[in-house]
T-cell receptor, first 115, second 111 residues
Framework: NAGVTQTPKFQVLKTGQSMTLQCAQD?????MSWYRQDPGMGLRLIHY???????DQGEVPNGYNVSRSTTEDFPLRLLSAAPSQTSVYFC??????????????FGPGTRLTVL | QKEVEQDPGPLSVPEGAIVSLNCTYS??????FMWYRQYSRKGPELLMY????GNKEDGRFTAQVDKSSKYISLFIRDSQPSDSATYLC???????????FGGGTRLMVKP
């Protein structure tokens, strides 16, 4: 198993550009989520999904879109990049067992810089 | 005020020391609590998972939850230089897998 994979590892964007961060998992997990990590702020939830076709907002959703067309993939779209979106982005997945938490597996992260 | 608070450190200890890492939280709905370890430029990895109050031990690691005081602790016995990392605590309720993370404490274990 590759676990949770993320591409690209690094990305530099100019203000106003759009891009998609890719996330895939091969563990057949129902639950997937996107976090951003900023110094001293910990991990903050952007969007999450409890299954294909179902997504919801987390703590900091503005400026980001997601969709979940398959169990395996959960891309994160930046619509119009802003310097405030400079961060490290982590994708995570876990089993979803009737509302109870299970181990979340994190990807290696994407380091995004917006100039 | 953040829902989960951690001292950012860094916390520097000599090899072999007992390390105590702590978090406080404010959300009474939290039922389960996790500790993640994150090495530099890597994704977090789960260390310990506890449900409700009490202690849980796994090798050199012990997690404690005191829901009455909303206090979470992680103890590391016989600390090793390989334990040098950032430790993130997190809490979650029963409404799914949404976790709220603290800001992380950076630990340095010196040989």
């Amino acid at each position: 198993n590759a676990g949770v994979t993320q591409t690209p590892k690094f990305q530099v964007l100019k203000t106003g550009q759009s891009m998609t961060l890719q996330c895939a998992q091969d563990m057949n997990h129902e639950y997937m989520s996107w976090y951003r990590q900023d110094p001293g702020m910990g991990l903050r939830l952007i969007h999450y999904s409890v299954g294909a076709g179902i997504t919801d907002q987390g703590e900091v959703p503005n400026g980001y879109n997601v969709s979940r067309s398959t169990t395996e993939d959960f891309p994160l779209r930046l619509l119009s990049a802003a310097p405030s979106q400079t961060s490290v982005y982590f994708c995570a997945s876990s089993s979803y067992l009737g509302g109870l938490a299970d181990t979340q597996y994190f990807g290696p992260g994407t380091r995004l810089t917006v100039l | 005020q953040k829902e989960v608070e951690q001292d950012p450190g860094p916390l520097s200890v000599p090899e072999g020391a007992i390390v105590s890492l702590n978090c406080t939280y404010s959300n009474s709905a939290f039922q389960y609590f996790m500790w993640y370890r994150q090495y530099s430029r890597k994704g977090p990895e789960l260390l310990m998972y506890t449900y409700s109050s009490g202690n849980k031990e796994d090798g050199r690691f012990t997690a404690q939850v005191d829901k009455s005081s909303k206090y979470i602790s992680l103890f590391i016995r016989d600390s090793q230089p390989s334990d040098s990392a950032t430790y993130l605590c997190a809490g979650g309720g029963n409404a799914g897998n949404m976790l709220t993370f603290g800001g992380g404490t950076r630990l340095m274990v010196k040989p």
